[in-house]
């Protein structure tokens, strides 16, 4: 049956190899060495390979590593009878020979060498069935603290051997949140970053995982898997902050002093302290069991607290957690002693001080720390210097250090200052402080006069102004030189014409009566004066100025025969230049102290325009005035007393004069040499200018207006107004003769009252040389010939007077030609059409 079996299907291959494939070389061959890839698993009589001998060789052997699993038949066909096992032999090592009919080897041995190849026949499993680990809380995430390990016989090269670990389950599991996560590859269980935070041994010290593993790389529907269970324990974290340290200051015990202590989870963690503040100071030290030590001794008063922190790290200096906060803070011991606030402590009171009131505080100071008892100060005075004039004038609160007065009898007069040695206390040490009382005087002391009558003192009225006449005393017994005792006085009676005055010496406070305004025996001939002392501070509550704060004095004023006194030193007058001879222009007024009559005159009249009535002092003028002359006429008027004595003052008089249009315009100056060329060719015009005599000042801006002096002269000539002080003259026609026209021209000048003068212009026609005017001797226009005025002279004069005449008469000649020359180069010039 078997066989048959067998038989049946090696027909069926051979078919399949001839048919199927049917390649030479593939599936047959010669004979030699070869290597074949079989899959494991794969049912039994499988076709590996059919051999070819030589001719010669009729059957075939097969040697080898063929675990009764291959077998050749004699035509040389190759196969196997079971199904391979790849985790039994993976590789089998076989050969083939060909023998000849005697059973001799004709070709081989060949070594044929079959691989098996592995498929996925072997599931994973978990080396254990149950896993059991602990974690520490907080530890670091991702860190392993466990791993679980599974096997697979399948070959490790191929995905069939490939391992993949997942956690399919934990218990248990609050909020969907995964604690724990595992290495997919090796199996390494660590806390995920929810774990690391979350975790605590006092709401669950335990887990249940379920882990899985999968073969194929998990990634085949084909895989095989297996799974655990994983217990896990959770233990608390002994990485802690500690309890905040208190050290107390200034120990004595030796150091270092061990304070407090951190420890890592794990042993051989490496420890150490990180202080962020940096002080210049810091006297701790942590040793490789996380034992904190202080290594000197703290001092409360200079830095009551510290913060640092204790790291730990790993052989690599890795930190393993966060640093914990370590504070220490210092505790007080009263080893400071109180300290005075100064070496002295200066208060002040008042003389008048009322009894219980404060008169300043004490504020000593302890550096030890505030508000406990070793900074509780108390005070005690255990001495006051002088007693006098008693001891313990003075208290002092116990707590506060407020001083009192306890007696009011203080003086400053006799004891100004009092020193008291006061004891502060706090629980263990005792300070002396001192303190300086000094009394200030108060203004209880009013200025008495030495005397409170100066008695009669007869002045003349004439008494020069600045004269000392009195000197007076008062005395102030308060502080010297304080306002208190600083004297100032003041008249309160008998001079209300304030004639004196009183200065006052500050050292001494003697006054000095002076003479400040004249005196004046007409106005007041006796003075009863009353004098006042008093403080420019003032008086204490309760006291007040009395009769022996003032004086009386009388002060007799004689008369004294007195000059006349004007009733000012200036008189001053305006009167236009043009009033009337006796008219009033001013008066003065002077009067006699002594009322005797008075007699007016004047002095320095030089003009002698003015007199003066001696009797009512009127001024008048006895001539005319005339401001062009003098604009402000000065003089003096003088007043003297009629009686024997003459005596007699002076004063001014100043006598303005207003301006008149008293001066009628004129022409600027004399025209002699105007001139129009004979014969003319055409009209022409000549420019001429106009003056006038008053004040300039208040005609300033005045404008002339010019016209023909004739109304017969309009049809030859023309007068034209250029601007206010200048005018031209034109000729209206050519036809003018060979001679001298003398052409009258009318000038206003506007003013108040209007003044108008008549000029005459005179204008020469005549031929010119080079547009100059030509003149033949001894034919001068306007000037007499030489026969009329030997004539004149003949008749009139005697024969020295001809000698004169002559003399007069070259003079004039020269003179005249001179002038016409000069005026025709330089100041008229025609005006050329
Ligand atoms: C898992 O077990 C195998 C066999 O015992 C071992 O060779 C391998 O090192 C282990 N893997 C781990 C991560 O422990
Ligand atoms: C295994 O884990 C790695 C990273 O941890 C991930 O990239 C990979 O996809 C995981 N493989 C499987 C099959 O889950
Ligand atoms: C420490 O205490 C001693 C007395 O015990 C004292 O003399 C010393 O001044 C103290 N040091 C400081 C810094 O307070
Ligand atoms: C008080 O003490 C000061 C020094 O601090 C000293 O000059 C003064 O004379 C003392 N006064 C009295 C009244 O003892
Ligand atoms: C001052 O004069 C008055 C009267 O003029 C007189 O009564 C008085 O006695 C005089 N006093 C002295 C001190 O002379
Ligand atoms: C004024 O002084 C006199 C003498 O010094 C004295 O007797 C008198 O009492 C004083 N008057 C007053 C009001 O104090
Ligand atoms: C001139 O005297 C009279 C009295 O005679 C007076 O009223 C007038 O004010 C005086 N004029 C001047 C300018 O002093
Ligand atoms: C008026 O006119 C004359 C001639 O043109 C000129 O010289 C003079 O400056 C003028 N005067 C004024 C005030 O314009």
């Known amino acids: 049956m078997m066989m048959q079996a067998q038989l049946h299907c090696l027909c069926l291959f051979t078919l399949y190899l001839t048919t199927g494939y049917g390649q030479e070389g593939k599936f047959s061959g010669p004979l030699k060495p070869m290597t074949f890839s079989i899959f494991e698993g794969q049912g039994p009589s499988q076709i590996i390979f059919q051999f070819k001998a030589s001719p010669l060789a009729v059957t075939f052997k097969l040697t080898g590593e063929t675990d009764d699993i ?22 089998h090592k076989l050969q083939v020979s060909a023998l000849d009919a005697h059973g001799n080897t004709v070709e081989g041995p060949v070594p044929i060498t079959i691989e098996v190849k592995d498929i996925n026949d072997n599931r994973p499993v978990f080396l254990q069935p149950k896993y ?50 595992i290495n997919n590859k090796t199996g390494a269980i660590s806390l995920t970053l929810e774990g690391s935070q979350e975790l605590d041994p006092l709401k669950n010290p335990s887990y249940k995982l379920v882990v899985s593993v999968e073969d194929m790389g998990g990634q085949n529907e084909h895989s095989f898997s297996d799974s655990t269970s994983v217990d896990i324990m959770v233990k608390e974290n002994i990485w802690k902050t500690p309890e905040p340290v208190e050290i107390e200051e200034n120990s004595t015990n030796p150091y270092p002093i061990k304070i407090t202590q951190v420890q890592w989870n794990d042993p051989d963690a490496l420890y150490s302290l990180v202080d962020k503040e940096k002080p210049s100071k810091f006297p701790f030290s942590i040793d490789q069991e996380g034992d904190i030590y202080v290594t000197q001794p703290l001092d409360r008063e200079e830095k009551d607290a510290y913060v640092f922190y204790a790291a730990a790290r790993d052989e690599h200096g890795k930190p393993l957690a966060f640093p914990l906060k370590i504070q220490v803070k210092v505790k007080d011991i009263n080893d400071n002693p109180p300290t005075c606030p100064s070496t002295v402590t200066v208060l002040e009171v008042q003389e008048n001080e009322e009894i219980g009131n404060s008169i300043g505080t004490l504020i000593a100071h302890d550096m030890d720390e505030e508000n406990t008892i070793n900074s509780l100060l108390t005070y005690r005075i255990v001495d006051q210097t002088p007693k006098v004039p008693r001891d313990g004038l003075f208290l002092v609160q116990t707590y506060s250090g407020m001083f009192q007065l306890a007696a009011q009898s203080l003086r400053k007069r006799d004891t100004p200052q009092y020193n008291l040695t006061v004891e502060v206390s706090d629980k263990d040490f005792k300070t002396l402080c001192f303190v300086q009382i000094n009394i200030i005087d ?26 000392v006449i009195l000197t007076i005393q008062a005395t102030d017994a308060d502080e ?12 309160t009676q008998g001079d209300s014409e304030g004639c004196l005055e009183i200065e006052t010496d500050p050292q001494t406070n003697t006054g000095y009566v002076k003479v400040k305004k004249p005196l004046d025996f007409e106005a007041v001939a006796i003075h009863n004066i009353v004098f006042q002392a008093e403080n420019p501070e003032p008086l204490a509550l309760g006291v007040q100025y009395h009769a022996n704060s003032s004086a009386t004095f009388r ?51 030089k003009r ?52 008149v249009n008293d001066n009628p315009p004129r022409l600027v100056k004399e025209y002699t040499g105007l001139f129009f060329c004979y014969p003319p060719k055409a009209p022409g015009s000549l420019i001429f200018e106009a003056t006038d005599d008053d004040d300039q000042q208040s005609f300033r801006g005045r ?95 005697l024969v020295i ?27 008229v010039k025609p005006l050329r059409n």
């Open 70 to 91: 291959f077998q050749i038949q004699p035509d040389g066909l190759l196969y196997h009878n079971k199904a391979l096992d790849r985790e039994t032999r993976a590789v």
């Open 132 to 181: 059991e680990g602990s974690v520490r809380q907080n530890s670091r995430p991702g860190k392993p603290f466990m791993y679980v390990n599974a096997t697979d016989l399948d070959d490790p090269a191929t995905p069939n051997g490939q391992l993949i670990y997942q956690i399919i389950m934990q218990l248990p599991k609050v909020n969907n949140v995964m604690y724990f996560q």
């Open 442 to 467: 108060i203004n209880d002391q009013i200025p008495i006069f030495e005397k409170s009558d100066y008695g009669n003192l007869t002045l003349p009225e004439d008494t020069a102004i600045g004269t």
């Open 480 to 491: 010297p030189n304080t306002g208190s005792s600083k004297i100032l006085y003041r008249i």
């Open 555 to 605: 002060l007799i004023v004689t008369d004294v025969n007195e000059a006349p006194q004007f009733s000012q030193q200036v008189y001053q007058a305006k009167v236009s230049e043009d009033v009337a001879k006796g008219t009033k222009v001013g008066n003065v007024t002077a009067k006699d102290p002594e009322g005797l009559d008075i007699s007016y005159s004047l002095r320095g009249d």
């Open 608 to 659: 002698g325009w003015l007199k003066i009535d001696p009797v009512t002092g009127e001024i008048f003028s006895v001539a005319p005035l005339d401001r062009e002359a003098e604009s402000l006429y000065q003089v003096q008027v003088v007043a003297t007393e009629a009686g024997g004595s003459s005596l007699s003052s002076t004063a001014q008089f100043h006598l303005t004069l207003r301006d």
């Open 703 to 797: 404008h002339f207006t010019f016209s023909l002096g004739s109304e017969s002269l309009q049809k030859d000539w023309e007068v034209s107004k250029i601007n206010g002080t200048h005018a031209s003259l034109s000729t209206k026609h050519t036809g003018f003769e060979e001679r001298v026209y003398h052409i009258p021209v009318r000038i206003s000048d506007g003013g108040w009252p209007p003044l108008e003068g008549t000029v005459s212009l005179p204008v020469t026609f005549c031929k010119c040389v080079e547009d100059r005017c030509f003149q033949p001797a001894g034919h001068m226009p306007g000037i007499p010939t030489v026969g009329m005025t030997v004539g004149i002279l003949l008749s009139t004069l």
């Open 801 to 827: 007077g001809i000698i004169l005449a002559v003399v007069f008469f070259q003079i004039k000649k020269n003179k005249g030609q001179h002038n016409v020359e000069s005026a025709q180069a330089s100041e």
